[in-house]
């Protein structure tokens, strides 16, 4: 199978997945309690009116008629309205989508920094020091709660010795890198930094931690290979061994990981989003769902699946590339 064709089905497969979640969100709305209309008629007790709002809304069609017309809006680029912001579903996702992107890059950019030369360094130290250590601090970080490290980050890092700011974004990564370019101020960046590390830090330990684990599980199966004990036969430096050959085949179930995780970094950043005010998708959804603004929370919830499609396609592409003989698996 040639990589396009590959790549085609991936796609195809990715178009049933959020139909699915389409199809679910709108269930789900049907089964909510509480009526729209409520929403945006408010206290206004004329019935006449509440029928007309139902009407221009299209609630008092069929389900069926309501759900094929919500598709038909989704293939035109419309993701609704909120009456609640009375504004434009797709606007405020816009809005909102660069600020879960930033935070997740970030915390995917620190596991990985972090989590893979631990992950070598484990693996070639067995049972010292280092292993113990590593083993240790992974066991934390997969079992520390995000909300409650979020919390103590800020009590003693910020509240207390005053590194951070306690919550916000500060100033938008794109608007620091303009100015940079364009002036050369670099105090916008340094800003951005002081704004996200510690969100960053937060959603990224678990991932920091998976990683960790699983270079060093990678790195010991292959280290154990015929093929390692002849590359050292042949003399190569024990350097070049572990990261041209040895971490380079353990690298194809990590990029794996790593695009699923970066879909799901991006879709469970919520807590962390409403811990430190976060001006993301994540604490939108929350906002919206308090207010029972389900076209926000559709809209969101789509736009999750859509970006989790797209990823996993790259990684797909990329897990192809690493090994080609996945794509005539």
């Given at each position: 199978m040639s990589l396009g064709k590959f790549l085609a089905r991936r796609l195809l497969q990715g178009i049933f997945v959020i139909w699915g979640v389409v199809t679910i969100m709108f269930a789900l709305r049907a089964l909510s309690p509480g009526d729209p209309v409520n929403l945006i008629a408010g206290e206004v007790p004329?019935?006449?009116?509440?029928?007309?709002?139902?009407?221009?809304?299209?609630?008092?069609?069929?389900?069926?008629?309501?759900?094929?017309?919500?598709?038909?809006?989704?293939?035109?680029?419309?993701?609704?309205?909120?009456?609640?912001?009375?504004?434009?579903?797709?606007?405020?996702?816009?809005?909102?989508?660069?600020?879960?992107?930033?935070?997740?890059?970030a915390a995917t950019i620190i596991a990985i920094i972090i989590a893979i030369p631990l992950g070598v360094v484990s693996a070639t130290r067995r049972n010292e020091p280092a292993d113990y250590g590593a083993t240790l601090g992974s066991l934390v970080g997969i079992s520390t709660p995000n909300f409650w490290l979020g919390l103590?980050?800020?009590?003693?890092?910020?509240?207390?010795?005053?590194?951070?700011?306690?919550?916000?974004?500060?100033?938008?990564?794109h608007e620091a890198m303009i100015t940079l370019a364009t002036t050369g101020y670099v105090g916008d960046v340094l800003l951005w930094l002081s704004y996200i590390i510690l969100p960053a830090v937060t959603l990224g330990t678990y991932f920091t931690a998976l990683i960790t684990r699983l270079t060093r599980s990678g790195m010991i199966d292959e280290l154990g290979k015929p093929y390692v004990t002849a590359t050292r036969a042949k003399g190569l430096p024990e350097t070049?061994?572990?990261?041209?050959?040895?971490?380079?085949?353990?690298?194809?179930?990590?990029?794996?990981?790593?695009?699923?995780?970066?879909?799901?970094?991006?879709?469970?950043?919520?807590?962390?989003?409403?811990?430190?005010?976060?001006p993301g998708l994540g604490q939108t959804f929350i906002g919206a769902l308090r207010n029972g603004d389900w076209p926000v929370v559709q809209g969101i919830v789509l736009f999750i699946a859509i970006a989790f499609v797209v990823i996993n396609i790259f990684v797909d592409a990329l897990y192809a590339r690493l090994d080609p003989q996945v794509v005539d698996e």
């Open positions: 004329d019935q006449a009116t509440r029928d007309q709002i139902r009407q221009d809304l299209g609630l008092d069609q069929p389900l069926y008629v309501q759900y094929a017309d919500y598709l038909g809006d989704l293939l035109t680029g419309s993701l609704g309205y909120s009456y609640n912001q009375r504004r434009a579903v797709s606007d405020i996702v816009a809005q909102h989508f660069a600020a879960t992107v930033e935070l997740a890059l103590m980050l800020i009590l003693l890092l910020a509240e207390q010795i005053g590194l951070f700011p306690t919550s916000g974004r500060g100033v938008a990564f070049l061994v572990r990261y041209k050959h040895v971490l380079r085949n353990t690298l194809i179930p990590i990029v794996t990981v790593l695009g699923l995780q970066l879909g799901t970094l991006m879709g469970g950043a919520v807590i962390t989003e409403e811990v430190f005010n976060w």
